[in-house]
């Protein structure tokens, strides 16, 4: 399966790419970049997608640029990264389309 | 059921790496995170090209099984370690499928491969050939595969466990979060499901959580251990991780993972479907 970034999204550059099969009106898309406490992207960090009651939905492993990318709903959802240069958490109110945002761990 | 018997730690994984009679396995769902680093002398399976069918939605069959293990290098005799991402989803999935064709000494490694990075154990990029065996597999075990007929059967009578997360049970969305979401089944559950997400099975790192946590987990979802019970997910992997909580680790006699799940069962005329947070009736 490709993985070009969809064209003329708006995507900024640093996020995920996305397949091209994806329908970006359809889907709602969280994505970002997990930094550690002096800024520099975190790869091969494990970040969860919590529910609006805090329950695990799904997990991914960021790419070496430390890059990662859900495919959730509309709504309230909590990101935590677990990683070798420590944890952190970051919530993100959701809507259809691209959703950017970046989570900071420390240890 | 020991947990013993089923279960290695990473400590205990990393002493023994290279010990004869004992296999490391690696399977994933990306199934290009072994080619990045894995453990030594671990080798591959796919979850997809090597356990299923090529054309027909069906696992591979005992002859293939057969030759698979043997041209990886795989004996009846060896004590098989199963091990990978998606906290062991695939690996737990390949420990159920290895049961189903009667692999008798298969273990999972606690935490799978998550927990392995994040203690900075060590991770290789050899390629790793093991000498072609002579592997004999057993017919199915169909005591431990559930199918769809069952499962309809199975409403209102036996324990069926959703263990999707809980938007997924609802019927608010049709897949894990980390693929996208149009899909052709219709959302929601089969009723009188109860709903377990899988990862609440689960520490943070990986790892099964204690026994004792365990048996509270399901007795206060309401899971009458008196009856059987089939886990279902959306196409088996996380219900065969349930499936090992509850027949490997707490020992619990009659239970069914039904592979089929949920791409399945959602894409069946004229089921019950039940939508929303509550079980719903039979």
């Known amino acids: 399966m490709g993985t070009e970034a969809v064209a003329g999204c708006g995507a900024p550059e640093q996020s995920a790419p996305l397949p091209a099969s994806v329908d970006i009106e359809k889907e709602t898309v969280i994505t970002g970049v997990v930094r550690s406490d002096a800024g520099e992207p975190v790869g091969g960090a494990y970040v969860r997608l919590l529910d609006a009651t805090g329950e695990f939905t799904a997990e991914v492993v960021t790419s070496p640029a430390g890059q990662f990318r859900f495919f959730a709903a509309p709504g309230t959802w909590t990101l935590r990264a677990l990683s070798r240069h420590g944890n952190g958490d970051t919530e993100v109110t959701a809507s259809r389309g691209i959703n950017e945002v970046g989570v900071s761990v420390r240890s | ?282």
């Open chain 2, 1 to 282: 059921m020991s947990r013993d018997s089923v279960l290695v730690s990473a400590d205990w994984a990393e002493k023994n790496l290279g010990s004869a009679g004992t296999v490391f396995v690696e399977v994933d769902e990306d199934t290009t995170a072994y080619d990045g680093g894995h453990i030594p002398g671990a080798i591959k399976l796919d979850w997809k090209s090597d356990l299923q069918d090529p054309i027909r939605r069906d696992f591979v069959n005992k002859q293939q099984f057969e030759a698979l293990l043997a041209g990886r290098g795989v004996g009846n005799d060896d004590t098989v370690i199963l091990y990978g991402g998606n906290n062991n989803w695939f690996a737990a999935y390949a420990y159920w499928y290895f049961k189903l064709y009667g692999h008798e000494n298969v273990k999972l490694l606690d935490g799978g491969r998550k927990k392995w990075e994040l203690d900075n154990r060590p991770l290789v990029t050899d390629v790793v050939s093991r000498p072609a065996t002579s592997y004999q597999a057993k017919e199915q075990d169909l005591s431990i595969r559930a199918f769809r007929d069952e499962v309809v059967g199975a409403i209102g009578a036996k324990n069926l466990v959703d263990v999707r997360s809980p938007d997924e049970y609802a019927g608010r969305l049709l897949a894990p979060a980390h693929l996208p979401q149009e899909q052709a089944q219709r959302p929601g559950h089969v009723p009188t499901a109860l709903s377990v997400p899988w990862s609440k099975a689960a520490n943070e790192d990986g790892t099964f959580k204690s026994d004792a946590e365990l048996t509270t987990l399901y007795g206060d979802a309401g899971l009458d251990g008196s009856k059987a019970t089939i886990a279902y997910c959306r196409i088996g992997e996380r219900s065969s991780h349930t499936w090992f909580v509850l027949r490997e680790l707490l020992g619990h006699s009659d239970v069914k993972n039904y592979d089929g799940s949920w791409t399945e069962y959602g894409s069946l005329v004229g089921v019950p479907v039940a939508v929303g947070d509550e079980p719903g009736q039979a």
